[in-house]
């Protein structure tokens, strides 16, 4: 692997954006192919996943990382589009009505982003007809729906409801999410899964696509 490769891979695990912003820009002016510098990225994303599930990272240390990985995305996404490189797929996400959390959903869309994704955030109390305007714009294959508390849950089947009158639920497969969310749940509402953190999110979100 390239050097600035490796410290790409190295800054990211380390949480250093500084370094991996520094690295990026050195990579493209060694004329690395961006989907190289990309991938390099994405699998040190999955690393940090990986880490997070085996208990050796926490929260912080993948914030850190994942803003780490969008600080040379930024360099990057320029030259991604300049060379054609399609996203793995479009996905629009937001918190749903009634509720203002917004950290899960956060780290679940730089997860997402780290594994090559592009991501659309709708932001935090986003109403029903919000998603159905977003899928309608940007037609998503996923549609990532989050809620941290009891009482702002039922917004996601009255939010799957809506998209099934607009005629969109066959074109999308959702995703939900927060502390109180179960598979049961998921199962019950007719959303096609969750997952319990960011790195599992960004896992079954590429199986889904």
């Known amino acids: 692997m390239n050097n600035s490769l490796e410290n790409i891979t190295r800054g990211i695990l380390d949480g250093n954006q500084s370094l991996v ?46 803003r780490a990985m969008q600080g040379g995305l930024v360099i990057l996404k320029p030259q991604l589009v300049a060379a054609d490189v399609q996203p793995v797929g479009k996905v629009i996400i937001g918190t749903v009505r009634g509720d203002l959390h917004d950290i899960g959903k956060n780290l679940v869309s730089m997860m997402m982003e780290g594994a090559g994704f592009e991501i659309h955030d709708l932001g935090v109390d986003v109403p029903p007809e919000k998603f159905v305007d977003a899928i309608k714009e940007i037609n998503p294959q996923l549609v990532c729906m989050s809620a941290l508390l009891t009482t702002t849950m039922t917004n996601m089947p009255a939010t799957i409801d809506a998209i099934k009158q607009a005629g969109l639920r066959d074109k999308v497969k959702i995703l939900i999410g927060g502390a109180p969310v179960t598979e049961a749940y998921a199962n019950q509402i007719g959303a096609d899964g969750t997952a319990q953190d960011a790195s599992q999110a960004a896992r079954l979100a590429a199986t889904l696509v």
């Not at 050195?26 to 690395?32: G, H, M, R, V």
């Not at 996943?49 to 914030?63: A, D, W």
């Open 21 to 66: 912003s520094a690295q990026v820009q050195a990579a493209l002016t060694d004329k690395i192919e961006p989907r190289s510098i990309l991938d390099a990225m994405t699998s040190a994303m999955a690393e940090v996943g990986r880490l997070f599930e085996e208990g050796e990272f926490f929260v912080p240390e993948m914030l850190v990382a994942a």
